[in-house]
């Protein structure tokens, strides 16, 4: 039971952190960038390389896949998104699905189908309370979506780049009259938001090390229903809603039904917006005239 | 000496033609106001002035040096504030937050006096630092949103509508500050509807309609005016 609930706030953990690049950009630029699960799985693939080809150590690897993906985060929304800044929203939604694609073909061209075996990159001892034993990727992934949590917070909370994005996030038109240059913000969204994709990539390839072109795509979904479920735009939304989301499948795998987790992850959600349309905690503010 | 001079711009919405040919010129010191019945051109004009929108023809010069194709975020370094129409504060920001973001490119050190400065001119807004702007009642907003602009330390001053949707109370405290920060050396340029008060304060004012410019002269010129006190002043 205990160990339910820890593996499940560990898969949970990886959510979170995959949602709240979802939500920041969402929050930013009024997005959902379906691009975002691939990116995980670009970052995963980078990693792999790094570590099977290069033979680099653990932290290198993931410093070489944080760092392609925030290249690829801010190439792809400058290439595919920018463009379309005054466009209708179902276009980008659109363009997003065709960037999605675009990643995986890529990856099916550079590393062909063939599953990769990823190598677990946390290879410490695992953790040994009485009966209870908790694997060493399970702690690292929730340690790791800990930090992120806090450093994000203080980020937007207290620094003048972070209280920038909110700005933007809000009003945009407002923000450029600051003297806030809202293209260099929205750049800098998609690097966070795709630095912590790459993150993401090799704590999810490390607990279930196939790595395929398709790897991010139910990941990526799962992230998404998290943001929404936890109120898109919000950041604590976002890693509320991806914890619970991870619990909520664990379970539903250990107590119901395998086959049918995700059918169960998605009536959640179904169900949280019938009830409460802006997710757990995302919020309205009525502007006054 | 003219401080901002605007040279027969034309603005487009698509296809619609918004400003046709509009020229005017603020000079220091002075209060100007364009005054106009709703979909005029007044808040375009301060919009296109701001950098907001980009004008098809015409210019836009800033102290003698020209506004096209500067983006709006580098405006405002050259002096130049824009209070928007509707206020436009961050409303899930905090007081204090919203306060700082008006003096994005300034140093932290200088951000501290200037909020000083500003809490003395709006102490309301002192009491209330910590609160989000969204709980703000509006004319606090109001008070905020100039603020805002103020910490930009500009020059030049645009203000879109300061007086919408407040009480009449309010409507001449915000005037009346309004003609402080004038008499402090800020160069005021106002777009109201409210064209009583915002003639009474004016050195000089413009009319707009439909996108052109009208009618010119000083606010008590234009007061006693005949056309415009039954287009605009109520007969």
């Known amino acids: ?289 | 000496m003219s401080m901002l001079k605007v040279e027969d711009i034309n603005v487009y919405y698509g296809n619609i033609h918004a400003i046709k040919g509009i020229s005017f010129e603020v000079n220091e010191g002075e209060i100007v106001t364009l005054i106009g019945a709703n979909g005029a051109g007044k808040s375009t004009t301060l919009n296109t002035v701001a950098g907001l929108l980009k004008p098809a023809t015409g210019s836009v010069e800033f102290e003698g040096s020209s506004l096209l194709g500067v983006p709006a975020h580098k405006i405002v370094n050259r002096g130049m504030a824009l209070c928007p129409e509707g206020r436009r504060i961050f409303l899930q920001l905090s007081v204090q937050e919203n306060l700082e973001m008006g003096a994005y490119t300034r140093s932290s050190a200088e951000i501290a006096d200037l909020i000083a400065d500003v809490y003395d001119r709006f102490p309301r807004l002192k009491e209330r630092y910590k609160q989000i702007a969204g709980t703000l009642s509006g004319g606090e907003q109001q008070m905020l949103a100039m603020g805002r602009a103020l910490m930009s330390k500009p020059k030049l001053m645009m203000l879109d509508e300061p007086s919408m949707g407040l009480a009449p109370i309010l409507v001449e405290k915000i005037f009346q500050i309004i003609e402080e920060l004038n008499k402090a050396g800020t160069t005021i340029l106002l777009v109201e509807q409210n064209a009583q008060m915002a003639l009474s304060i004016a050195h000089r004012s413009y009319v707009l309609e439909t996108g052109r410019i009208v009618n010119m002269g000083t606010g008590d010129e234009l007061l006693k005016d005949d056309t415009v006190r039954k287009a605009y002043l109520g007969g």
């Open chain 1, 1 to 289: 039971m205990l160990n339910y609930l820890i593996n499940g706030i560990s898969l949970g953990s990886v959510y979170a952190i995959i949602a709240l690049g979802y939500t920041m950009v969402y929050g930013i630029a009024k997005m959902l960038n379906f691009a975002h699960g691939d990116v995980i799985m670009i970052g995963g693939y980078v990693a792999y390389c790094a570590t099977s080809y290069l033979g680099w150590p653990v932290l290198f690897c993931v410093l070489a896949s944080v760092v392609v993906c925030i290249v690829l985060g801010i190439v792809i929304e400058r290439l595919a998104y920018k463009p379309l800044r005054n466009a209708s929203s179902l276009a980008v939604l659109i363009t997003a699905i065709g960037v999605s694609y675009f990643l995986q073909n890529i990856a099916l061209i550079i590393w062909t189908s063939n599953p990769k075996s990823f190598p677990n990159m946390v290879t410490l001892p695992p953790l040994v309370i009485g009966g209870l034993q908790i694997s060493s990727v399970a702690l690292v992934t929730i340690a790791a979506c800990i930090v992120i949590m806090i450093a994000l917070t203080l980020f937007t909370g207290k620094t003048k780049m972070g209280k920038a994005m909110r700005a933007v996030s809000e009003d945009k038109d407002a923000a450029r009259l600051m003297g806030i240059n809202v293209d260099a913000t929205i750049s800098l969204t998609f690097a966070i938001g795709s630095g912590l994709a790459a993150i993401a990539g090799v704590l999810l390839c490390s607990a279930y090390p196939t790595l395929m072109p398709t790897t991010g795509a139910m990941p990526g979904i799962k992230a998404f229903t998290a943001a929404v479920f936890g109120g898109i735009g919000s950041i604590p939304g976002a890693m509320l809603g991806g914890i619970l989301l991870g619990i909520i499948e664990i379970f539903g795998k250990a107590y119901i039904s395998t086959q049918l987790s995700d059918a169960i992850v998605f009536s959640v959600l179904i169900l949280i917006l019938l009830v409460k349309p802006t997710g757990l905690m995302g919020k309205k503010v009525n502007e006054k005239v």
